[in-house]
């Protein structure tokens, strides 16, 4: 048995057999040398994987080009890489090496990657370095075509296990078959990436930032995952194994019990901070109605975008926010759906749309991007606007940073507006617009943009990450992404004082909404509304329930005035030492 420490990211008990899910980067590469006679054989396994290499870069090319790739980035960069396929120093020295040496094709391809790797990794020019990324892009094209490893991993996953990886990218996650993904236990990653993100969306718990468990596990062992510790456990003691069935046992009932009784959310003595859930595509619906959300507060959008080869239509588009909002109708009188518009850039990339960028989360992503790509925008405010004339939707845009970008995106909003109406078709003519508060100089001058929108969406994943200067998903600067810092406490703070001067909701729908001690302090600091993944409904539910308004209004003062020179793990800690005094079986309750 062997425990391993690593970080809670995603709540909840499970315990499975491991998949040890290699991701597209690791191809192994076996090395041995050929019979002698066979070296033409083996040439002939090279070319043959250079021509299968060619075609897929051909078919992204001319993929990347129907999408009209406004700068052409996508397209220059893969056509780079068939320049360097089509190089006869790369592929004339691998089958030097198959001649001569009679080494395999793997090894040699590795070998004369490596060397050509070795050159530009010595370079001090950045651009030049850079390079040695497309040398490793192309050499796996290559080995991916040679061993056939790689290209479908997730293929491999076929009776529901716990995933053991090293890191996981939204889009394989998403290709995982979610009826066996039992939870995931990650060498790094962090408690904000979005594959964190996404295990609390699907309702399985994750521990990330577990350093090297994908050496310590075999597939097949049996692995207990905890995610509400960040603990895991491998082929645990006959004692162990016991007592952990009885935290999902338990954790069962939490569930069961809060999801009966008054509305999630309500307050103690009247009142009530609503409880909405986070949604996106993939996402069980029935998950979400059974941990007893109000309605959605935030649906990402871009996960129409990920794991396809073309973008979505206006119609696969107004099917989907269509269901979604009759779907939120039905959970509630008063439920809407908030539908943020496509959010691609920082680390959710969408295959042949993203740019590269060599710091994509400052880059041209999310609002950005759908200024500058106009008829993404208003093929997807089309379809919105016709499915709002089926439900409640609130539009959303993310990533404002700036009044300028507002009144652009009001601009094409107006104008599908009149195309639709030219067309006779319905759509909701009221229908609320509102922008995330995710970047500093949003929540600094909320009271300006207060006037212009209907709602605020604070997004502590981005806004804590741009404030701190840490990036959400780098385990190295962990430490230095806290929700409770008294600078992100400020901006939120202006960001609710804003709201509520305009007489326009606030909510949050980052993850620290999701733990019980930050989620209620965004509650007591005044929002009406935290947005969460589904799983997370029922604990802050019960502990809304015990909780009175005057109660929240003294536990916003413990955070608030632990003073500038706190630093966010004491303002945490305050905030932990008043509720474990109102909730002395706090640890029963959060479980
Ligand atoms: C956020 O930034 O807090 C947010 C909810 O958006 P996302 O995590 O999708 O970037
Ligand atoms: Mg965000």
């Known amino acids: 048995m062997q425990t391993i420490a690593g970080l809670a990211t995603a709540r909840g008990f499970v315990a499975g057999p491991a998949f040890i899910y290699r991701g597209d980067g690791d191809v ?266 109000r309605g959605i507060g935030l649906y990402r959008s871009e996960y129409l975008w990920l794991n396809r080869e073309l973008q979505p239509t206006e119609e696969e588009q107004f099917k989907a926010y269509r269901e979604a909002a009759e779907f939120a109708a039905a959970l509630d009188k008063d439920a809407s759906v908030s539908i943020r518009v496509l959010d691609i850039g920082g680390d959710k990339m969408v295959r042949g749309v993203s740019a590269r960028e060599s710091n994509p989360f400052l880059g041209n992503r999310s609002i950005r991007f759908l200024l500058s790509h106009r008829d993404v925008f208003r093929t997807q405010l089309r379809a919105i606007l016709r499915a709002s004339a089926f439900g409640r939707i609130k539009l959303m845009y993310p990533m404002i940073s700036c009044v300028e970008e507002l009144r652009e995106a009001s601009k094409v909003l107006d104008c599908v507006r009149s195309e639709l109406d030219a067309e006779g078709t319905e759509y909701d003519r009221k229908m609320p617009v509102g922008m995330m508060v995710e970047v500093p100089s949003a929540a600094i001058n909320a009271a300006a943009f207060a006037k212009l929108v209907d709602f605020f969406s604070i997004g502590t994943n981005d806004l804590v990450q741009y404030v701190m200067a840490a990036d959400r998903g780098n385990d190295a600067v962990a430490h230095l992404y806290q929700p409770t810092n008294p600078a992100v406490l400020k901006l939120v703070r202006l960001t609710v004082d804003a709201a509520k001067a305009c007489g326009i909701q606030v909510s949050v729908c980052g993850v620290s909404a999701a733990d019980p001690i930050v989620g209620i302090l965004w509650a007591a600091m005044g929002v009406d509304m935290l947005s969460v993944s589904a799983t997370y409904i029922p604990v802050l539910s019960k502990l809304l329930h015990r909780l009175s308004r005057a109660d929240l209004d003294e536990y916003a003062k413990v955070a608030e005035t632990a003073g500038d020179d706190a630093t966010g793990e004491e303002v945490f800690s305050a905030c932990r030492k008043w509720m474990y005094g109102r909730f002395p079986d706090l640890d029963n309750i959060v479980l």
């Open 28 to 293: 192994p590469v076996p090395e041995y040398v050929v019979e002698s006679g066979r070296e033409g054989d083996e040439l002939l396994r090279l070319r043959r994987a250079v021509l299968e290499t060619r075609r897929d870069l051909e078919g992204l090319i001319a993929a990347l080009r129907e999408r009209s790739d406004r700068g052409g980035s996508g397209v220059r960069l893969f056509e780079s890489h068939m320049m360097m396929l089509e190089d006869p120093a790369l592929i004339g020295a691998a089958e030097r090496l198959i001649r001569d040496e009679r080494l395999n094709a793997e090894a040699a391809v590795r070998r004369t990657v490596d060397s050509a790797r070795a050159q530009f990794e010595r370079m001090n020019d950045p651009y030049f370095r850079e390079r040695v990324r497309d040398f490793d892009d192309l050499e796996r094209r290559i080995l991916s075509a040679l061993t056939g490893f790689g290209s479908e991993p997730h293929l491999e996953l076929k009776t529901p296990s716990v995933i053991v990886a090293d890191d996981l990218t939204p889009s394989e996650t998403v290709r995982l078959p979610r009826e066996y993904v039992l939870g995931f236990a990650m060498n790094g990653g962090s408690t904000t990436s979005h594959v964190a993100l996404l295990a609390r969306s699907m309702g399985v718990p994750a521990v990330s930032g577990l350093g090297d468990v994908t050496e310590r596990v075999k597939a097949g062992d049996t692995v207990l995952l905890d995610g509400t510790n960040g603990t895991v456990v491998i082929n645990p003691d006959v004692a162990t194994a016991l007592e952990f069935r009885d935290l999902v046992e338990r954790q069962k009932e939490i569930t069961e019990e809060a999801s009966i009784g008054a509305p999630a959310g309500t307050l103690k003595g009247g009142g009530e901070i609503r409880l909405y859930a986070n949604f996106h595509a993939g996402v069980p619906m029935d998950d979400v109605r059974a941990h007893g959300a």
